[in-house]
């Protein structure tokens, strides 16, 4: 198999008429690296690994693998030459042929030797759990065993990079939960270099050395787990990864303390007090700064689990309880400042409905973004 360092995606644009589907887009992979695509129904998530995969045409811009170009939108190499592998939310399993040979088809069109085919097919089922499966049908197996069979059926043909497009979209929440274990796994031991697509946050922090977190066709930050988690490069993104508690605010004064940045908000009377670590308050320094001028219109994003309650703390607030779910080990809770902004927390102490509550945010704990971010 001929093997690569990095895939790099140069600017690449795709637009479908009128609608442009992908905005330069930007990438590169290492080998061996776990890039998750990740955004909402529609962004563009779809079309960036049909584009990978050379299965529609790139309006402009290149993708490299190495220094060899593979597609620059005049002259493409063809799917079947890129030796990329792609699995599908619906599976696409042949339902007339058994599970071997469903994952022996393209070894069989690669007229490899049946022996060796017969011990391929055993080996990747032995990865994906599915001994003793070889002579099901398609439709006498569950929806998670059909995705296994996929996955086998993709790396069986030992692809150069592994595309997975929301594959575990179609099973229940806790065979997802297990699927996402085996995909982990089964990266772990092969070091396929993969791109996964997702809409969800959990799939992608669990899984990605990288996240690309997409909005309409525009990457809107790439980062590790990590990053994307705490350091959300917009109100997009914050929003994405489980930020809530987006309130307009004005900025009152910014400070430089160290490192750091001291911003003091104005959140439609109630007074909050930010502080900015200095990863965050780096990047935020240029646009934030830069943009700042008096009464500067801006937006918080807060954790619900981020907010505490206790008479003791940074920016004390006291607000009244409006709903409570019970969660197990905490509660979603939906309360109100005394100026009616509503306040989103997950306390895990018992609140009531209707009872006042005192609460405090610790200020590192409070994002600030200007509407573009
Ligand atoms: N073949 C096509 N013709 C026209 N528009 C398309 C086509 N494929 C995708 N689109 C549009 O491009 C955008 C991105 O679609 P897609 O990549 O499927 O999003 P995702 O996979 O993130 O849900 C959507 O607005 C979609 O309607
Ligand atoms: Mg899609």
Known sequence: MRDFKTFTIKNVCKSFGPKQALNNFNLTLEKGQFITFLGPSGCGKSTALNCIAGLIPITSGAMFIDDECIDDGVHSVPPEKREFGMVFQNYALFPHLTVFNNIAFGLELKKLDKQV???????????????????????????????????????????????????????????????RYEIKSIHNRLQISSIYVTHDQQEALALSDRIVVMKSGHIQQVGTPEE??????????????????????????????????????????????????????????????????????????????????????????????????????????????????????????????????????????????TKEG
């Open 228 to 369: 994307v988690y705490s350091q959300p490069a917009n109100l997009f993104v914050a929003d994405f990864m489980g930020f809530r508690n987006i309130w307009p605010a004005e900025i009152e004064t910014i400070t430089e303390g160290g490192a750091e940045l001291e911003v003091r908000l104005n959140v439609q009377g109630v007074k909050l007090a930010s502080r900015l670590g200095p990863e965050a308050a780096q990047a935020k320094r240029a646009g934030l700064m830069a943009a700042f001028q008096k009464r500067q219109p801006v937006y918080t994003a807060i954790r619900p689990e981020d907010i505490a309650l206790g008479e003791n703390g940074p920016n004390q607030q006291e607000c009244q309880v409006d709903v409570v779910e019970y969660l197990g080990q905490t509660s979603q809770v939906a309360a109100s400042f005394t100026n009616g902004v509503r306040i989103d927390l997950r306390p895990e102490a018992r609140v009531d409905q209707g009872e006042t509550i005192r609460l405090t945010i610790a200020p590192e704990k409070i994002q600030v973004f």
């Open 117 to 179: 085919i017969r011990e391929r097919v055993k080996s990747v089922l032995k990865m994906v759990h599915l001994e003793g499966y070889e002579e099901k049908f398609p439709n006498q197996m569950s929806g998670g065993e059909q995705q296994r069979v996929a996955i086998a059926r993709c790396i069986v043909m030992e692809p150069r990079l592994l595309m997975l497009d929301e594959p575990l979209s179609n099973l229940d929440a806790k065979l997802r939960i297990d699927m």
